[in-house]
């Protein structure tokens, strides 16, 4: 008990030596000194700092100096300071410049405090007066002069930095939290605020991962010894009561059905209380694409019987919309996309898509000469498990390539399902007629039938613009042909990796590889479209669309192997602008395992990247190193989204 006095007399005594030793430099409002914690110690409500001042503007100029040669530290004060990040406007008068000002005192200190320096001083002048001594109605010149002085002070260290009650190790990976050691928070490291805030955190959270869901930080007990420079830290977590998941509730529903967007989260009464699993009902939510909004409370208090009941909070989205889009491209002319989609046709969710798609636009605008698709798109989620998509779906087209053209119809019917936040996979029953026309084995028909099957694993931070991660996709097409009476089998195999070379991700570097196998059946007997091809944006840029192939006289075929690369070197010039430059490399054979006997054609260029909120818009200028018939010297290509 004495030495519990000891230590809470001490701790009061360094904070009034602290606020002494800021005294002059903010008399109002007075500092908190560990304020940052979470503790108010030495308080003192001022409502004009907090006041929205509008008056006559009041233009300033800003200096700022900061003692010592420490870089990052200057640039994180700057970055705190309201001042600093406004001194290109006016205050909103008078008031407002000496309440943004006074404000200032306490962002600058929270900043010091971060950067572990606890001793430092703070001056902010107006004119050459202290801006904690101003009234809001003072007399300033026009501009006013504005200057910040701060002292760091010295780096503060951990001699002690304990948590009491800390969490036993768990004996489930998942359940995982990070040692707060190993975020800084142990002897003899920096003594930053962030550190000391974490520390608290990930000491509640990993208690949390084990099912008690109230745990929370109960007492942060900070001294600072000023003669030594030490920062001495004791964090008591408080885990209460152990809990299970209770009832889910739904509130907010109109035309979904409560029932199944509870059972759409995943969450099972009587598991025990995870905040994963919170998560992941979140996100399974959001995935139905019907809410505009949606969130998981959890009850106050842990039920006498250890169950914690979740209510879900939803507000539905309207359920009709529809899009259109364009694309172009010197090789692939122009383009327009539509739908049309219902995102909850029978109250689960059920989504209804309707689109077409024409391209080709620009040479001719006459109908046979065009590729254009038209179909529909149905998707029940939640079959089976919550993670778990029924998909049925029927399109009619057209397609107009040099190597062939094709008149068709097909159809699949399956399942989608997602193991983790990474890893996903499906398996379709297909089915399709389609006409081929084609200089090389002049018409033909085929009939198919068969499965798809695909495996997805998938890292990346951002499908759109990735700087981060891997992406792996294996799919296995075997199907049988009607026509011709031949068995076959398609393996398709592709990887992207992404790697920032810094910390912002302004250096990325990517690279894809995809490869590709069909067995069996001659090329003859084979539908077109089932055979490989390469060349275009979404293959080896620079090269015509399908264009890449097996080579016979009277024109290209497409091949049973393929092989495709691509390297890219991405450069964040600005916020909003990109460059790239890249080279993709790709090879078609004409037997399943490539003897290469073809060339390996290879494209080169450039690009230019416009960041938005929802992708980059990608502008590439390409040109083929091995041109050949119907490939273009310069290629020109222009969308959404990174080219891989």
Same mark, same amino acid.
């Given at each position: ?11 009061? *005594?360094?904070? &009034? ?11 109002? $409002? ?8 979470? /503790? ?23 200096? %700022? ?16 300071? !309201? ?17 943004? =000002? ?32 101003? /009234? ?69 959270? +990993? ?13 942060? *007990?900070?001294?600072? +010894? ?33 029932? %199944? &967007? ?64 364009? !694309? ?7 383009? @327009? ?77 399956? %399942? ?24 090389? @084995? ?44 031949? =068995? ?44 490989? @091809? ?18 016979? $006289? ?11 690369? !691509? ?33 390996? *054609? ?5 690009? /230019? ?15 083929? /190193? ?19």
């Amino acid at each position: 008990m004495s030495t519990r006095i000891a230590d809470a007399d001490r701790v009061l *005594r360094l904070c &009034v030596v602290a606020a002494l030793a800021f005294g002059p430099v903010f008399a109002a $409002p007075p500092a908190t000194a560990l304020e940052i914690f979470g /503790l108010r110690l030495f308080e003192r409500q001022d409502a004009e700092e907090d006041d929205t001042f509008i008056g006559t503007p009041q233009p300033y100029t800003v200096e %700022f100096t900061v003692s010592g040669d420490n870089d990052e530290i200057e640039s994180n004060l700057k970055n705190a300071s !309201s001042l600093w990040a406004d001194r290109e406007e006016p205050a909103s008068g008078v008031a407002g410049l000496v309440a943004k =000002a006074r404000g200032d005192y306490r962002r600058l200190l929270d900043a010091l405090y971060g950067q572990a320096r606890y001793g430092g001083t703070i001056s902010i002048t107006i004119d050459g007066r202290e801006a904690s001594d101003l /009234l809001p109605d003072v007399e300033l010149a026009d501009p006013a002069a504005v200057r910040v002085t701060i002292d760091p002070g010295p780096l503060f260290h951990f001699e002690r930095a304990q948590i009491v009650n800390k969490a036993p190790p768990t004996t489930n990976r998942d359940d995982h939290v990070a040692d707060p050691a190993e975020e800084g928070f142990r002897v003899g490291e920096p003594a930053r605020s962030g550190a000391i805030i974490g520390a608290g955190r990930l000491a509640s959270e +990993a208690w949390r991962h084990q099912g008690y869901a109230k745990a929370e930080v109960a007492e942060r *007990r900070i001294v600072a +010894a000023h003669d030594t420079e030490t920062i001495d830290a004791t964090i008591r977590v408080e885990p209460g009561a152990y809990a299970v998941f209770g009832p889910v509730t739904v509130s907010g529903t109109e035309r979904m059905d409560p029932a %199944f &967007v509870a059972r759409q989260t995943g969450i099972t009464p009587g598991t025990e209380y995870d905040p994963d699993d919170m998560e992941k009902a979140n996100d399974r939510l959001a995935r139905l694409d019907v809410f505009s909004s949606s969130r998981l409370q959890e009850a106050e208090t842990v039920g006498p019987d250890g169950r914690l009941p979740i209510e879900v909070i939803v507000q539905e989205r309207p359920p009709r919309r529809f899009g259109v889009g364009g !694309s172009y491209s010197t090789l692939d002319g122009l383009g @327009f996309e539509a739908y049309w989609l219902h995102r909850n046709l029978f109250g689960r969710a059920e989504r209804l898509r309707v689109e077409g798609r024409v391209s080709g636009l620009g040479e001719t605008f006459k109908p046979d000469e065009l590729t254009y698709r038209v179909g529909t798109t149905f998707t029940k989620p939640g079959i089976y498990t919550p993670e778990t998509d029924f998909v049925a779906s029927v399109y009619g087209e057209r397609e107009v390539l040099d190597a062939y053209t094709r008149t068709g119809v097909s159809g699949r019917v399956g %399942f989608t399902h997602r193991f983790s936040e990474e890893l996903s996979a499906r398996i379709f029953a297909t089915g399709g007629y389609n006409h081929f026309n084609d200089d090389i @084995f002049g018409e033909r028909d085929f009939v198919t039938a068969g499965f798809l099957g695909g495996i997805t694993y998938d890292t990346r931070d951002n499908a759109a613009d990735a700087t981060r991660g891997i992406f792996t996709e294996l799919t296995v097409t075997p199907f049988y042909e009607f026509e011709y009476g031949n =068995a076959a089998a398609s393996v398709v195999a592709e990887a992207r990796a992404y790697y920032s070379l810094d910390e912002e991700s302004r250096f990325v570097l990517a690279g894809r590889v995809k490869a590709g196998a069909l067995f069996d059946p001659p090329i003859a007997e084979t539908p077109p479209d089932k055979l490989f @091809f390469a060349g275009g944006g979404g293959s080896v840029r620079g090269y015509a669309y399908r264009n890449i192939g097996v080579e016979t $006289p009277l024109g290209v075929a497409g091949g049973r192997s393929l092989i495709e690369g !691509s390297a890219e070197l991405r450069v964040r010039v600005t916020d909003t602008i990109g460059i790239v430059g890249f080279a993709d490399a790709g090879y078609v054979g004409a037997e399943a395992f490539p003897d290469f006997a073809e060339d390996l *054609r290879i494209g080169v260029g450039a690009g /230019l990247r416009y960041i938005t909120g929802f992708g980059p818009i990608r502008l590439d200028i390409a040109m083929p /190193l091995d041109r050949r018939e119907n490939d273009p010297s310069v290629a020109l290509y222009v969308g959404i989204g990174q080219a891989f």
